[in-house]
């Protein structure tokens, strides 16, 4: 079973920042957390990862709050593509084992 | 780089038959995630391979099977499948080994299956 609960889905305006909430209240101490989202009829693309401290990237922010059970994804302006499915995922270090679980996502839609 | 390549890209089968599905991961990648995905129950995982060996697998019987070939190429295949084995199945590769413990998965575009 997934390990994180998002809200089903949200709207943003473009050009304005979008905030995706992620709570994972049963997060192990070395497990990462992990966006991805998905276009329809794409496959899933990697958009940011983190441990403990905030992250940022060319796409996207991350921040994790400081007990680490919950996290936000930062598009900071969100534009018509970004329209899309995103997971958050939690996961431990990969020579660890452990399977990569999608939840059900949060369905963002961007409108003009 | 090439990305991650999956053959075919649309599938049309029957009822009771095999299906075998291929997918090429990046140059360099020797891990290789298989998932299934359909509208009703989401992104499953199916089965995870890393150097030819299944380290993880998910919850799907038994007529869903894989491998992978020392060129990290994988094949997963269906026997005698069913109606709700329609689905996009989707492969990713990761660069694991790099002692950082974390991954970053990238995904194929899927092959679109359907069983009528």
């Known amino acids: 079973d997934a390990k994180t609960t998002q809200p089903t889905s949200m709207d943003c305006a473009e050009g304005r920042a979008a905030n995706l909430p992620c709570n994972h209240s049963?997060?192990?101490?070395?497990?990462?957390v992990y966006w991805y989202r998905q276009i329809h009829s794409q496959g899933p693309q990697y958009i940011i990862h983190?441990?403990?401290n905030n992250e940022t990237n060319e796409m996207a922010s991350l921040i994790i709050t400081e007990d680490r059970k919950s996290s936000t994804l930062i598009l900071p302006h969100a534009t018509l593509r970004d329209t899309a499915v995103y997971y958050c995922?939690?996961?431990?270090?990969?020579?660890?084992?452990?399977?990569?679980?999608f939840g059900q996502g949060t369905e963002l839609s961007v409108k003009p | 780089k090439a990305g991650v390549t999956q053959t075919p890209r649309y599938l049309i089968k029957t009822r009771g038959q095999q299906v075998t599905l291929s997918c090429s991961p990046i140059?360099?990648?020797?891990?290789v995630s298989w998932y299934q995905q359909t509208p009703g129950q989401g992104l499953q995982f199916l089965f995870e391979?890393?150097?030819?060996?299944?380290?993880n697998k998910g919850n799907f019987p038994g007529r869903f099977s894989g491998r992978q070939f020392s060129n990290s190429r994988s094949e997963m295949n269906v026997s005698t499948l069913e109606l709700g084995d329609s689905a996009l199945y989707l492969c990713a590769s990761s660069s694991q080994g790099s002692g950082q413990g974390f991954e970053k998965l990238f995904f194929g575009s899927g092959t679109q299956l359907s069983v009528l």
């Open positions: 995922i939690v996961r431990g270090p990969y020579n660890q084992g452990g399977k990569l679980i």
């Open positions: 391979y890393f150097s030819e060996t299944q380290r």
């Open positions: 049963t997060i192990s101490g070395n497990e990462y």
């Open positions: 983190g441990l403990k």
């Open positions: 140059s360099g990648h020797r891990s």
